[in-house]
């Protein structure tokens, strides 16, 4: 194991990374940073490919997850000079690394000192000449993409990622490519390879410091696509002493009204703890992002408390449903479609599994719904307040 230094020049406001894709053309990520003012976080535009431009602002978002430092005070653009093909992701690792050199992150830290580079391979020679230099000279080239970005993971083919960038590759420039376990590959001097983010500032694999949890909400529509859907909530600690707590909670998919809605709700709710706010920075995922409606909101907190070690666990799944107008009080209120509902969760409630529906529906709940629940193990409470289970 080396500890190399990959950078010690002054913090710019761009940065590019380059990624040559699977059918040989290079493409290159440019990140600008520049004050927030009350803008979004991250923006990503992409010529005649919004698709592309929404998934690598989702990207860069879950990357951000395990950074134990949140400023809120930057505003990152992302572009691409070419369009990738829809089934290349190798851009993925480029795009995380193009925000993070922007925002002077390891490896690509503003300091003098520099942070150091984590790699099983010896890179000292690459990366004295990098750091030797003229600004601007060296090349950075990344590949590598994950389906679990807010747990700081990255995968790819380290082996394909090389033989392509192989005749690219100029003097001091430097090869980072996701790591696919190929443990007997040969890898030449100015490429490491890297099975999660931690390894850019020498550190372990951040995902340890995740912690997870899922809670289940009736999603009915009325028709043969019916289901128990699941919310899942991950969270990482942070010190972000005054920082707007909505601005810390991200979620993918979700449409701008109720990307609002989640973020407002969770940062109600957090305050109803006392001390909850200011302390985490949040990725949410759900099984089914398009959907109507608020029933989803009871799930979602009581994801968010069993992640935060605030619940106990249930043996099985947590299923339920509510929302509130009010959830820094802690108070749950009803919502629609009751008797669907009911039937949906009864249907596919499993041993072991706790169902907490909104109090108003305890009245109307008949005494044979929660003998049949308790025949499959499963228990039930109508709670009209978080906290109280």
């Known amino acids: ?42 923006k990503c535009a992409v010529a005649g490919a919004s698709a592309v431009s929404e998934w690598m602002q989702e990207v860069v978002r879950m990357a951000r997850h395990t950074e134990s430092r949140f400023d809120s005070r930057d505003q990152v653009v992302l572009s691409m000079d070419i369009i ?66 807010h747990l700081g993971r990255v995968t790819g083919q380290a082996a394909q990622a090389i033989a392509r960038a192989e005749r690219h590759l100029g003097p ?24 999660h983010l931690g390894a850019l ?4 694999d ?31 600690p942070i010190d ?11 979620a993918p998919g979700l449409d701008l009204t109720v990307l609002n809605t989640l973020r407002q709700t969770l940062s109600a709710a957090r305050h109803f703890d006392g001390k909850g706010l200011g302390r985490w920075r949040t990725v949410v995922r759900f099984a089914q992002p398009r959907f109507h409606g608020d029933s989803y909101q009871l799930a979602l907190v009581m994801a968010d408390r069993l992640a935060r070690g605030r619940e106990f666990v249930p043996r099985g799944r947590l299923i339920a449903s509510g929302c509130s ?23 596919q409630a499993a041993s072991g599994d706790r169902v907490l529906l909104p109090q108003e ?28 289970i």
Request: charged share 20%; with cysteine.
């Open 325 to 347: 107008s009010a959830w820094h009080a802690g108070r749950v209120e009803t919502v629609e479609g009751r008797e669907p509902k009911l039937e949906l969760i009864l249907n």
């Open 1 to 42: 194991m080396t500890l190399t230094m990959i950078s010690a020049q002054p913090l710019s406001a761009s940065a590019e990374c380059r990624c040559v894709l699977a059918d040989g053309r290079v493409l290159t990520v440019t990140a600008s940073r520049r004050p927030r003012a009350n803008r979004v976080d991250v």
């Open 172 to 195: 001091g420039d430097l090869l980072i490519a996701g790591d696919d376990g190929s443990g007997d590959l040969a890898v030449p001097a100015n490429v490491t390879r890297i099975s």
């Open 240 to 250: 972000s002493a005054g920082a707007d707590e909505e601005s810390t909670i991200t």
């Open 84 to 149: 990738p093909a829809a089934e290349d992701r190798g851009w993925e690792l480029a795009a995380v690394l193009a925000d993070r050199k922007a925002r002077g992150l390891p490896p690509f830290a503003a300091d003098a000192a520099a942070l150091a580079l984590s790699s099983d391979t010896a890179l000292d020679a690459a990366a004295r000449t990098s750091t030797s230099a003229a600004p601007g000279i060296a090349k950075f080239y990344a590949s590598g993409w994950s389906d679990e970005w």
């Open 201 to 204: 500032s020498g550190h372990a």
């Open 361 to 388: 529906w305890q009245a109307a709940l008949p005494e044979q719904y929660q003998r049949a629940l308790k025949a499959r193990g499963a228990s039930v409470a109508c709670i009209g307040q978080i906290g109280m």
């Open 206 to 236: 951040p995902s340890a410091a995740v912690a997870s949890a899922r809670a289940w909400f009736p999603l009915h529509s009325g028709g043969i696509n019916d289901t128990l859907s699941w919310v899942e909530v991950s969270v990482y």
